[in-house]
């Protein structure tokens, strides 16, 4: 397949610091798909949806800490669809590099998840961009292995992350209210979905399923933006 060129969206991407004033200096970090490492126990798309909707999570939490600059998922996504990257699992440390360079990140995230009929288990590599070198494997806890327990466990790999990126750790009143929060595995799968279908262009497909997860979880912050997008408000 012949690979369409990216220089109309470089230099869109290039173009925006300078209308926003000075430039932001901080390490940019980008979040690509999480690949099914072999899953079981439920539908195929629910696991399909979760190669969007974990990196969707890990962006959110990184996005807590005030000094990262966190790259919008969309913007990844966009880049490998026009790149038909990411096909017939050929992403590696190189392919996240070439993404990463393009969107202006420091560091790029991509790993692996495998849900054994309800075992879960997440493994995050974090990839320098200037040398597609994996600086650190970042294994989920497994004292949270349940599936109930993901999203304890996406933000406990955040933290691990942002400490692999010598990020400073978040402040007392930033961490409390993260850990006040527990979005239910329903929830961040109904999520997860909305954001497959998002990227497949299906845009009622995906509202019902951000107001799934807003149904399943009222203060779902990035479901409620997510549905902000879709609708065009």
């Given at each position: 397949?012949?690979?369409?060129?990216v220089v109309p969206l470089l230099a869109l991407i290039l173009m925006l610091p300078a209308s926003s004033g000075a430039q932001d200096t901080r390490p940019g970090i980008a979040v690509m798909?999480?690949?099914?490492?072999?899953?079981?126990?439920?539908?195929k798309e629910n696991f399909d949806a979760l190669e969007r909707g974990i990196a969707g999570m890990l962006i959110s939490e990184l996005s807590q800490n005030p000094a990262a600059r966190v790259?919008?998922?969309?913007?990844?996504?966009?880049?490998?669809?026009?790149?038909?990257?990411?096909?017939d699992g050929r992403v590696d440390a190189a392919t996240a590099a070439k993404v990463g360079k393009l969107v202006?990140?420091?560091y790029m995230v991509m790993g692996t998840f495998v849900d054994l009929y309800g075992r879960f288990r997440v493994d995050a590599r974090l990839v320098d961009v200037e040398t597609s070198e994996i600086l650190k494997v970042v294994r989920s806890d497994p004292k949270l292995e349940k599936r109930e327990e993901m999203f304890r466990l996406?933000?406990?790999l955040a933290e691990r992350l942002m400490a692999e990126s010598k990020l400073p750790p978040l402040s007392s009143e930033v961490s409390q209210a993260a850990k006040a929060r527990n979005v239910p595995t329903e929830?961040?799968?109904?999520?997860?979905?909305?954001?497959?279908?998002?990227?497949?262009?299906?845009?009622?497909?995906?509202?019902?399923?951000?107001?799934?997860?807003?149904t399943a979880f009222p203060n779902y912050a990035e479901a409620q933006e997510g549905l902000k997008k879709v609708s065009g408000a």
């Open positions: 397949m012949r690979h369409r060129s798909p999480f690949q099914n490492g072999g899953s079981y126990g439920q539908d790259v919008e998922r969309e913007n990844v996504q966009r880049l490998l669809d026009e790149q038909d990257l990411g096909a202006g990140a420091r996406l933000q406990a929830a961040l799968t109904y999520y997860s979905r909305a954001l497959l279908y998002q990227d497949r262009g299906d845009k009622a497909k995906a509202t019902e399923y951000f107001n799934k997860a807003i």
